[in-house]
């Protein structure tokens, strides 16, 4: 069980938003915390701390007169730390490879694999061959509808028919490092953890999975660690004080070390 940081990049700022509140119309968006600082800033500090396997995220659409600015936040802080962050947000085949390049170490993909509701196999086979499966990460942030999990796609905007479960992940992992999971309906709310969601994604094995959303005290991140058995990593976003939160970096970071309480 590890702290993985994560920098979200919205309008061209290090943001942290209420991840349900995400709009492509006017790239609008709820949000808890807008810094001042850039995103090389936040990546030097994770650098400094050898935190690696945070994810970095671009949350504008392609189609966005912000995008540009959000590359270039997202290019900054992959040069301060080659090789310890992930990048995701328009990530396809054509393109995962210039993130390697430019120093991410892995791709974080969703949109591209899930479209029209289903899992587009080629197109995740297409990704695996440009940049190898040991460089992907596997978003399959999901939002919960009748009772069941569903991956959502495109800023977390529209559902999939994908249920979210064991099988899927088993039948996906050959063509990935990792998975990352939000769970969209307590993403940036500090409203507690999905307690189903990381029972069931701590029951795969073979593969490693960060989960995000909800922890919202060092309570909390006890809770989790007793759901997932500590067989999870975690992230933090709007609860961290980084961003505006309560909950002490400074103690979060040692979960990596293994020192925390």
């Not at 959303?213 to 909390?220: A, C, F, K, P, R």
């Amino acid at each position: 069980m590890r702290f993985r940081p994560c920098i979200d990049i919205h309008n061209g700022k290090v943001k942290q938003i209420v991840g349900g509140s995400l709009k492509d119309e006017r790239d609008q968006a709820e949000e808890n915390f807008v810094s001042e600082r850039s995103a090389a800033f936040y990546a030097d500090m994770f650098r400094r701390d050898n935190l690696k396997g945070g994810h970095m995220i671009l949350l504008n659409p392609p189609s966005s007169p912000y995008f540009e600015a959000d590359r270039q936040q997202a290019a900054e802080a992959l040069a301060v730390w080659p090789g310890g962050l992930q990048i995701g947000g328009g990530v396809t085949a054509d393109n995962a490879s210039s993130y390697i390049k430019a120093g991410a170490s892995h791709v974080v993909v969703t949109s591209y694999v899930f479209k029209d509701g289903q899992v587009q196999w080629e197109n995740l086979e297409k990704l695996a061959d440009a940049v190898g499966a040991g460089h992907v990460v596997l978003d399959v942030s999901c939002r919960k509808k009748d009772g069941k999990y569903y991956i959502v796609t495109d800023r977390w905007q529209k559902f999939t028919k994908v249920q979210l479960g064991e099988e899927i992940l088993y039948w996906m992992k050959e063509y990935c490092d990792e998975f990352l999971v939000h769970g969209v309906d307590v993403e940036g709310k500090s409203a507690g953890i999905e307690e189903g969601l990381v029972e069931m994604l701590a029951g795969v094995q073979g593969i490693p999975i960060t989960y995000a959303g909800g922890i919202s005290s060092l309570d909390e991140l006890e809770c989790f660690r007793r759901v997932s058995g500590g067989r999870l990593d975690f992230t933090i976003g709007s609860a961290l004080d980084l961003y505006g939160g309560d909950i002490p970096y400074d103690e979060v970071k040692n979960y990596s070390a293994g020192t925390a309480r």
